[in-house]
C-alpha cells in the first residue's frame, strides 16, 4: 500500500542535542512537506520541496534542517538553536502542481526532557 | 494577514444532527483549492473534501459537504447525521496555484467538534 511512513512515533531528546526525524514516502510524489503542530493549535509550515535537492524554508524555519536527497525521503533535523522543540512534527506529500489533497503521516510526537 | 480563519475554537452537537464548521480564506491568486482535514486523538490526518475555485458545484463526500460560497470566500464544512466517530478536530485549508505559495497548504487553526450522544 502506497502512504507515508515517519519514525519513530515518540521521540525524547535531552536539551542541547540535535534530533531526526524520518519520512518516507512511496507515493512518487515530488512535493513534500515538514509541519509542526502545538496542542490545541494549527498546522505551521516548517520547509517544503518540490523537488530533489530542492528545498525551501517555511514560516517557522529557525532551528530546524532538511535534506533531500532521494525523490522518497525528506528527513528533518531538530538542531538545539530550536528553542521550543517540543510539538507534534507532521510530514505530508503531495503532486507538486494542481490542487489535490496532501497525504500525511502518522506524525512523531517529540519531547524535550 | 491569516489565509485561513476558522472562527469556532469549539463545537458540539447531539449525535444524529447536522453541524456546520465555519471557514473564511483570503487569496488573491485566482486558482486555488479549499481542503477540509480531520484530525482524531491518535493525531493523523485524514482527508475530507476538496472544492477547486472553478468547481460551479458544491463538493459532496458521503455525509460531508462544502458549502462553498466564492464571493464571501467562504468554505464552510457541513456534517449531516453526525456519529459519535465525528469528534475529532477539524482543518480547513488552502492550496494556491500561481502565486509564492504555490504548492503549499495554509491550515486554519482548526475547530474541535463534540458529538453528544
Known amino acids: 500500500d502506497g502512504g507515508i511512513t515517519q519514525s519513530p512515533k515518540y521521540l525524547f531528546r535531552k536539551e542541547g542535542q540535535n534530533v531526526t526525524l524520518s519520512c518516507e514516502q512511496n507515493?512518487?510524489?515530488?512535493?513534500m512537506y515538514w509541519y509542526r503542530q502545538d496542542p490545541g493549535q494549527g498546522l505551521r509550515l516548517i520547509y517544503y520541496s518540490q523537488i530533489v535537492n530542492d528545498f525551501q524554508k517555511g514560516d517557522i524555519a529557525e532551528g530546524y534542517s532538511v535534506s533531500r536527497e532521494k525523490k522518497e525521503s525528506f528527513p528533518l533535523t531538530v538542531t538545539s538553536a530550536q528553542k521550543n522543540p517540543t510539538a507534534f512534527y507532521l510530514c505530508a506529500s503531495s503532486i507538486r502542481e494542481g490542487n489535490t489533497e496532501a497525504f500525511f503521516g502518522q506524525g512523531t510526537r517529540l519531547t524535550v526532557v | 494577514a491569516q489565509k485561513i480563519t476558522q472562527t469556532q475554537p469549539g463545537m458540539f452537537v447531539q449525535e444524529k444532527e447536522a453541524v456546520t464548521l465555519d471557514c473564511t480564506y483570503d487569496t488573491s491568486d485566482p486558482s486555488y483549492g479549499l481542503f477540509w482535514y480531520k484530525q482524531p486523538s491518535s493525531g493523523e490526518m485524514i482527508f475530507l473534501i476538496y472544492?477547486?475555485?472553478?468547481?460551479?458545484q458544491n463538493a459532496t463526500e458521503g455525509r460531508y459537504s462544502l458549502n462553498f460560497q466564492k464571493a464571501r470566500k467562504s468554505a464552510n464544512l457541513v456534517i449531516s447525521a453526525s456519529q459519535l466517530g465525528d469528534s475529532a478536530m477539524y482543518f480547513c485549508?488552502?492550496?494556491?496555484?500561481?502565486?509564492?505559495?504555490?504548492?503549499?497548504?495554509?491550515f486554519g487553526d482548526g475547530t474541535t467538534l463534540t458529538v453528544k450522544p
Open positions: 472544492q477547486g475555485s472553478y468547481d460551479q
Open positions: 485549508a488552502m492550496r494556491e496555484a500561481w502565486n509564492t505559495n504555490a504548492g503549499k497548504s495554509t
Open positions: 507515493l512518487n510524489h515530488d512535493a
